[in-house]
C-alpha cells in the first residue's frame, strides 16, 4: 500500500472505542482496521451490484 492518502473523518467517541477494541483483538491498528472493513464493504457492495444488474 505504497500510495496512501491521508483524510480525516469525525466519529462519535463510542464507535471509535469500540472499533480501538476490536482493533486491539485482532492485533491491527485502528487505520488498518477500517481500511479492511471499507475493503470489506466495497466488496460487498460491487458484488450487490453485479447481482441486480443482472436480469
Same mark, same amino acid.
Not at 27 to 46: P, Q, W
Given at each position: 500500500?505504497? !500510495? =496512501?492518502? #491521508? $483524510? $480525516?473523518?469525525?466519529?462519535? #467517541? !463510542? %464507535? #471509535? @472505542?469500540? %472499533?480501538? @477494541? *476490536?482493533?486491539? +483483538?485482532? +492485533?491491527?491498528? %485502528?487505520?488498518? %482496521?477500517? *481500511?479492511?472493513? *471499507?475493503?470489506?464493504?466495497?466488496?460487498?457492495?460491487? #458484488?450487490? +451490484? =453485479?447481482?441486480?444488474?443482472? !436480469?
Amino acid at each position: 500500500m505504497s !500510495d =496512501v492518502s #491521508k $483524510t $480525516t473523518i469525525n466519529l462519535p #467517541k !463510542d %464507535l #471509535k @472505542k469500540e %472499533l480501538k @477494541k *476490536i482493533a486491539i +483483538d485482532e +492485533d491491527t491498528s %485502528l487505520s488498518g %482496521l477500517i *481500511i479492511k472493513m *471499507i475493503e470489506e464493504g466495497m466488496s460487498k457492495r460491487n #458484488k450487490n +451490484d =453485479v447481482v441486480s444488474g443482472e !436480469d
